[in-house]
């Protein structure tokens, strides 16, 4: 058996970082020693909440959950609320994910202290996932100057180039933290994979699929369809895909990308936020065509394998 791959992941849990969490905390190739949280897709209590809810229904409590920074790192909050009202048909998360809610309480130690303790002491490498706003990651860059050094790789679900979500320029988790976002990108991180909307959206669920992964019938699996049918009617309802009833799972594809990296398809390109823009505030600038004349500082990927990732999760959650 090949070394498994040792993983943190910081999320936002909502929906699609539910899966992502399920699919690391249950296949077997991967090691997953923790979760931190930060704000996004809801408050900071519920992201904290949810993700406890999520190790709780796999059974899989000993996994630890740190809590992390509830708000932008320079702004007060974030650019502008989102543009659709919570906890309707167009919130494709909710405040509470739609499973049993934990009575447990996160590790007494904050996610920023996690992470630069972690990765200083770490003997084996550690990937480490954020899978939204960059907010904790920057903190760690800012409070240990060495973190970007100790960090071995950095999967980023994050960004959009031909594809936004946000706003006409920017998609959600840079958009949120811009200039959190920004500092990461600059950071110096050795290995950097950057999974945006324009991959993202080419692995498609689609309700059909969805209803297979429920009738597997274990609590990951019924717990997805719950997600991911919530995710369809919601994209149906705000943002409708090229395939009907369909649902990007955003997060979950950078699970996949570790443990099967041919699933995406990236070229190496140098990335800016931008941070002051009045149209693009929270743009990923990706320099496909090197005019910055800018090293290039990520893989970004541009396309997905749609049938190799939900093969994947029927494989691990059934
Ligand atoms: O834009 C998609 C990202 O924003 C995903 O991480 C989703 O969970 C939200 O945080
Ligand atoms: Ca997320």
């Known amino acids: 058996m090949t070394e498994k791959h040792r993983l943190i992941i910081d999320c936002d849990t909502g929906t699609d970082d539910a899966v992502a969490i399920m699919l690391a905390a249950l296949h ?114 800012a409070l240990e100057p060495r973190f970007a050094e100790w960090v071995p790789k950095l999967i980023i679900m994050g960004g959009g180039h031909e594809v936004p979500n946000m706003t006409a320029s920017a998609e959600f988790n840079i958009w949120a933290d811009p200039d959190g976002a920004a500092s990461v990108f600059e950071a110096g991180f050795n290995d950097v994979l950057m999974v945006p909307l324009d991959a993202t959206h080419r692995a498609l669920v689609t309700d059909k699929q969805c209803a297979a992964i429920g009738a597997l019938g274990t609590p990951a699996a019924k717990a997805t369809e719950t997600f991911v ?51 693009t505030l929270g743009r990923t600038v990706v320099d496909t065509h090197h005019r910055s004349h800018q090293e290039p500082n990520a893989d970004v990927a541009f396309d997905a394998n749609a049938d190799r990732f939900v093969a994947m999760l029927m494989e691990t959650f059934g």
Request: charged share 20%; net charge neutral.
């Open 28 to 141: 077997p190739a991967i090691d997953l020693i923790g979760v931190t949280t930060v704000f996004g897709n809801a408050p900071l209590t519920a992201t904290t909440i949810n993700s406890l809810s999520v190790l709780d229904l796999i059974g899989r409590p000993e996994i630890p959950v740190h809590a992390g920074i509830s708000r932008p790192i320079v702004r007060k909050a974030m650019p502008s609320e989102r543009f659709f009202k919570t906890d309707t048909v167009a919130d494709p998360h909710g405040t509470y994910l739609d499973i049993p809610r934990t009575t447990r309480q996160p590790a007494s130690t904050k996610a920023v202290d996690y992470l630069i303790e972690t990765y200083r002491a770490a003997t084996q490498p550690i990937t480490l996932m954020p899978i939204g706003p960059l907010t904790n990651i920057a903190a760690a860059v």
């Open 229 to 279: 049918t919530r995710r369809i009617n919601s994209y149906e309802a705000m943002q409708k895909m090229d395939i009907p009833n369909s649902a990007p799972v955003h997060d979950a594809l950078c699970v996949a990308a570790l443990v099967e990296p041919d699933i995406i398809t990236t070229k190496r390109c140098h990335v800016a936020v931008e941070t002051s823009g009045t149209l």
